[in-house]
């Protein structure tokens, strides 16, 4: 036992100095992995703007060189009357606001304004393209038109029209929350997207995903909101277009959805938008359109 007790004593002797010893070693360490942290958060963060400023850098650039043609698009034509139709007969007051998230070139908003005599103070819009903002400023007056993916706004709107947008960014679960918040309780929001397959056009216009109809009720139901109609449209015209379009897509773009439309351009959107209102009878295809309410 005493054997034991001297060979215990100067055990206790060292121990305080090779603590602090290797106190001073976890010291050096925890400070060069914390700055080691810390640069790689900064290099995180520094992505993370770059990517933002790539995905606005190349949204800048997509509208800069459809301008001129996308109004012409059926597709872009259709889902204007859809929805001017879903106004038509969801809103029974004469006087309602209207806020387009992801408002593009502005023709939408305009058009909505001028079919409901809206006042300028009545509606707004945002765009993280500041060329698509532009665009729209040249058009309307709004005090409320943002270049930002989530503006703050001091007022809700009886309408939200959220059309091909979150398709286009990963975020969508936070812009369809930024919607519910600025949605009157009584109001409704419009939503059209698309399912399936991304093919080359859906790339060049920037899509990240389509969605699952069943994922997307799920998601909507979670935020909160309710869906009061909901149909599918496209096939087959919307469809075999996607097929079509998708074999040498980079001589179809620049022959028909970048620069000045031409008479060969116009002649063929003109008929595919006639034979588009089929679509109206057929409830199937890849595009998604929902109307919803809180």
């Not at 459809?66 to 007969?89: E, Q």
């Not at 304004?113 to 707004?124: R, V």
């Amino acid at each position: 036992m005493r054997a034991n007790a001297q060979l215990a004593f100067p055990f206790r002797q060292l121990l305080p100095n090779e603590l602090d010893k290797n106190l001073s070693t976890i010291r050096s360490f925890t400070k060069a992995f914390d700055l080691q942290i810390m640069a790689l958060r900064d290099k995180v963060n520094y992505n993370k703007t770059m990517t933002t400023q790539m995905t606005n850098s190349n949204k800048d650039n997509y509208w800069a060189l459809v301008k001129h043609a996308y109004d012409l698009y059926p597709t872009i034509r259709h889902r204007k009357r859809f929805i001017i139709n879903t106004l038509k007969k969801y809103i029974d007051k004469t006087r309602f606001s209207v806020f387009d998230y992801g408002i593009g070139n502005g023709t939408l908003l305009k058009d909505i304004k001028d079919m409901f005599n809206l006042s300028e103070t009545d509606i707004g819009g945002c765009d993280i393209s500041s060329t698509a903002i532009e665009l729209s400023k040249k058009k309307l007056h709004s005090p409320f038109l943002f270049n930002e993916q989530y503006p703050k706004l001091n007022k809700k709107f009886d309408v939200i029209v959220c059309s091909e947008v979150i398709e286009h960014t990963t975020q969508y679960k936070q812009s369809l929350e930024w919607i519910y918040n600025h949605l009157e309780t009584t109001g409704i929001l419009i939503l059209t997207t698309q399912s399936g397959k991304i093919y080359a056009s859906d790339k060049y216009a920037g899509h990240t995903q389509h969605f699952k109809l069943s994922e997307l009720n799920s998601l909507l139901k979670e935020i909160g909101f309710h869906i009061k109609y909901l149909r599918l449209w496209g096939f087959p015209f919307f469809t075999l277009q996607k097929y079509l379009t998708n074999y040498k897509f980079s001589s179809i773009k620049e022959d028909f959805l970048e620069g000045e439309p031409h008479i060969k351009q116009r002649f063929i959107f003109g008929f595919a938008y006639i034979i588009y209102y089929i679509h109206d009878f057929i409830n199937f295809g890849p595009q998604i359109y929902m109307v919803i309410s809180k």
